[in-house]
């Protein structure tokens, strides 16, 4: 992934990249919007510990693709406050690789449940996996 920062545009507010260029040859995982809530149906009270479970929940998505959270190329985040912007941010910035991907953080009314602060959707990339080269056979000679 390469950074795509002009010099003609303000730096980013936070740790994110304004854009982000994938070589040829990669392959794309779209993950669908995560909340906070563990396998078991409990959901955390603090917005950087449903963060943490949400990039838990991704990378466990990423892991089916042989990714992970280091392979995110794009985040879309949520949060149901301001107040709920540092701990998510506090997150990201754990669990994102370097350089860090493009995002963007919207504050939304709410979620399904009102318990919920954050959701998080990713795109991931990864270089394409090696195919093994066909195995030559000959055919007997009659």
């Excluded at 919207?106 to 195919?131: C, D, N, Q, Y």
């Amino acid at each position: 992934m390469k950074p795509l920062s002009p010099s003609s545009i303000r730096a980013p507010f936070a740790r994110y990249s304004h854009g982000v260029e994938l070589s040829p040859g990669h392959r794309l995982a779209l993950c669908s919007g995560q909340l906070g809530i563990a396998a078991d149906g409990t959901i955390p009270e603090g917005a950087r510990e449903q963060a943490d479970l949400c990039f838990a929940n991704i990378a466990a998505i990423l892991g089916e693709a042989g990714m992970t959270l280091k392979d995110i190329v794009r985040i879309n985040a949520y949060v149901t406050e301001r107040a709920h912007m540092r701990g998510y941010m506090e997150s990201r910035d754990a669990h994102v690789g370097t350089p860090p991907p493009a995002s963007t953080l919207m504050i939304v009314s709410g979620f399904t449940l009102p318990e919920f602060k954050v959701e998080i959707e990713v795109v991931a990339a990864a270089p394409e996996r090696r195919r093994k080269p066909a195995r030559t056979v000959t055919a007997p000679k009659f």
